[in-house]
């Protein structure tokens, strides 16, 4: 760590999120969905893919298949007519398919509410399962993808081995009043300001309290860092 770093406890974690917070106060997917399917089927395509790219992919084939009745009517190759723009497309289709045909027989076309039940459907991991109980049913979950993995040691926020060792202690140190809304803001702030390559320092509304050794400094004053 830089000399001169803070050292990261609840007071400023929470300004963290506080921060976060003011600047968006109601953060959400950049996912296109109006129902929990469709929500299902786009995390589902997302993976290792665009947002953009999804989104253009699901606005077609929402517009002739949008259930799980719809979609097996399609069929898995025409499933793939409509997604083939996705990377990995073939093996997405496959399990799309599949995990339609469990949602019709064992939960008459619904997503179901419970972890276990998503993280057995064909395509759906954690994450995933994850993302489906925030945003589509309200569940204070934190969904951990690559953004938020490097988020999170980067800056000293969570840090973890892998991405469930970060999921387990985020959900220890996040404020509970922040935990519906953290993995939005987090994926968020790692997508546009702390990327992968080049992080954006000078953009940054938590450089001051971040514990990055290679950041840039904060080019306009802050209010100090809570101790």
Same mark, same amino acid.
């Given at each position: ?13 929470? %300004? ?9 106060? #109601? =953060? $959400?997917?950049?996912?296109? /969905? ?25 606005? &077609? ?14 069929? %898995? %190759? ?15 289709? #496959? ?32 994450? !995933? ?11 204070? $979950? ?12 980067? $800056? ?12 387990? #202690?985020?959900? &220890? ?9 953290? #993995?939005? /803001? ?13 992080? &954006? ?11 990055? =050794? ?12 809570? !101790?």
């Amino acid at each position: 760590m830089a000399s001169g770093a803070v050292t990261m406890n609840a007071a400023i974690r929470h %300004e963290i999120f506080l921060r976060l917070q003011r600047a968006n106060p #109601h =953060p $959400t997917t950049e996912l296109l /969905w109006s129902t929990p399917f469709e929500l299902l089927v786009a995390v589902v395509l997302a993976a290792q893919a665009t947002d953009v790219g999804v989104n253009k992919a699901t606005q &077609r084939l929402f517009a002739v298949a949008n259930t799980p009745t719809a979609i097996l009517n399609l069929g %898995e %190759e025409g499933l793939k007519s409509h997604i083939a723009t996705i990377g990995l497309y073939n093996n997405k289709a #496959h399990n799309l398919i599949k995990t339609c045909q469990i949602l019709e027989e064992k939960y008459q076309g619904a997503v179901p509410q419970e972890r276990t039940a998503l993280e057995a459907l064909p395509g759906v991991g954690r994450k !995933t399962a994850n993302v489906i109980l925030n945003t589509a049913f309200g569940e204070p $979950t934190i969904a951990v993808d690559t953004h938020i993995f490097r988020l999170a040691n980067r $800056t000293g926020l969570a840090p973890g081995k892998d991405v469930r060792a970060v999921e387990d #202690h985020l959900l &220890r140190v996040v404020p509970r009043i922040f935990h519906q809304d953290a #993995h939005h /803001w987090l994926i968020l702030h790692g997508r546009y300001v702390c990327t992968a390559r080049k992080p &954006r320092c000078g953009d940054c509304l938590i450089v001051d309290l971040c514990e990055y =050794p290679d950041k840039m400094p904060p080019t306009t004053p802050t209010k100090g860092t809570p !101790t």
